[in-house]
């Protein structure tokens, strides 16, 4: 077990509808990274927050937005959604409030998306 | 030069075998070279890392080989066992920046 809790683990919706995944760290990380995972796509790096600001912005979709509250929790709000959006969304989290960070990324489990 | 290449795509190794997994990346700036383990319906997991002021690290069964003039870096598992069947990323990120390029993927399969 990571500590990084996911949920949704499964979702069907429909086109055009819009989803918010959300992911809360482990106890005392500051930093939650979202990427998604398609079938033989590897994991694709889409946003960075540290302690409730964006820090670093990957390949995410205009239609794709996220945030991370002062309890540090974070959501992906995916809009708009196509059939092209059904993926894996994996939540991680690093660097922790005390101690020295080893530079390890600790992942949760995943939101399966699937769009139909 | 962000890219990080992985491959090979799949692998097939027999109970015992040396399982081999290589990667390569551009960005000379990357100093942080992790693979992450990844078993059907949970999310990756750190195996093992490398920083390039060394050309091996092992830690029991698992290998990182790093060639720093070549800018490529390897997984070895040796004594490959039906446990270790999994997908393999490696990835690349400059220290204390967490932002992390991963490579495509190995889905490797140990025979029994």
């Known amino acids: 077990d990571s500590g990084v809790t996911q949920t949704p683990k499964h979702l069907i919706t429909a086109t055009g509808q819009r989803v918010t995944l959300r992911c809360s760290p482990r106890?005392?990380?500051?930093?939650v990274y979202w990427y998604q995972q398609s079938l033989d796509q590897g994991l694709q790096f889409l946003i960075q927050?540290?302690?409730?600001?964006?820090?670093a912005k990957g390949n995410i979709l205009e239609r794709f937005s996220a945030q991370q509250f002062p309890d540090l929790h974070s959501e992906l709000n995916l809009s708009s959604l196509e059939l092209g959006d059904s993926a894996l969304y994996f939540c991680?989290?690093?660097?922790?409030?005390?101690?020295?960070?080893?530079?390890?990324?600790?992942f949760g489990e995943g939101s399966r998306l699937t769009v139909l | 030069q962000q890219q990080v290449k992985q491959s090979p795509q799949s692998l097939i190794v027999q109970k015992g075998g040396i399982s081999i997994i290589n990667c390569a990346y551009e960005?000379?700036?990357?100093?942080?070279f992790p693979w992450y383990q990844q078993f059907p319906g949970k999310g990756p997991a750190l195996l093992i890392a490398?920083?390039?002021?060394?050309s091996e690290k092992k830690e029991g069964r698992f290998t990182i080989s790093f060639n720093k003039s070549a800018k490529q870096f390897s997984l070895h598992i040796m004594d490959s066992q039906p446990g270790d069947s999994a997908t393999y990323f490696c990835?690349?990120?400059?220290?204390?920046?967490?932002?992390?390029?991963f490579g495509t993927g190995t889905r490797l399969k140990v025979l029994a």
């Open positions: 991680a989290s690093s660097v922790p409030l005390a101690g020295v960070s080893t530079g390890e990324l600790f």
């Open positions: 106890s005392g990380d500051l930093s």
């Open positions: 927050y540290y302690n409730g600001e964006e820090r």
């Open positions: 960005n000379t700036a990357f100093d942080y």
């Open positions: 490398i920083r390039p002021d060394v």
């Open positions: 990835a690349a990120s400059r220290a204390g920046t967490y932002k992390y390029i």
